[in-house]
């Protein structure tokens, strides 16, 4: 089993920037894909970003994409969204979650999520 807790959540002004962390615990963080999904008031959740067990790879929702960089660090154990040029629309309660299967961003790819965070983007 994996323990994810994630932080480094809150809130932000349109424009500005937070980078949020996952550290995992338990099995050997490497064995796992790493994705990162956010649920906004009254809608489902949808996958951000997910990168492979090495880092060498990572893809993004369109929505995201050239704003948000995900990355990994295998030795700290732990994951990060950097977010960039944050929206109104980017307001969520955002999860880290541990899969086995790269390049799939259903929620049922992963096995394993933490409590979640909360970002608010203010206009």
């Known amino acids: 089993q994996v323990q994810l807790v994630e932080s480094g959540g809150g809130w932000v002004q349109t424009g500005g920037s937070l980078r949020l962390s996952c550290a995992a615990s338990?099995?050997?963080?490497?064995?796992?894909?790493m994705g990162w999904f956010r649920r906004a008031p009254g809608k489902e959740r949808e996958f951000v970003a997910a990168?492979?067990?090495?880092?060498?790879?990572?893809y993004y929702a369109d929505s995201v994409k050239g704003r948000f960089t995900i990355s990994r660090d295998n030795a700290k154990n732990t994951v990060y969204l950097q977010m960039y040029s944050l929206k109104p629309e980017d307001t969520a309660v955002y999860y880290c979650?541990?899969?086995?299967?790269?390049?799939?961003?259903?929620?049922?790819?992963?096995?394993?999520w933490g409590q979640g965070t909360q970002v608010t983007v203010s206009s």
């Open positions: 338990g099995r050997p963080f490497s064995a796992y894909v």
């Open positions: 990168i492979n067990r090495s880092g060498s790879s990572t």
């Open positions: 979650a541990a899969g086995s299967t790269y390049y799939d961003a259903r929620t049922t790819a992963y096995n394993y």
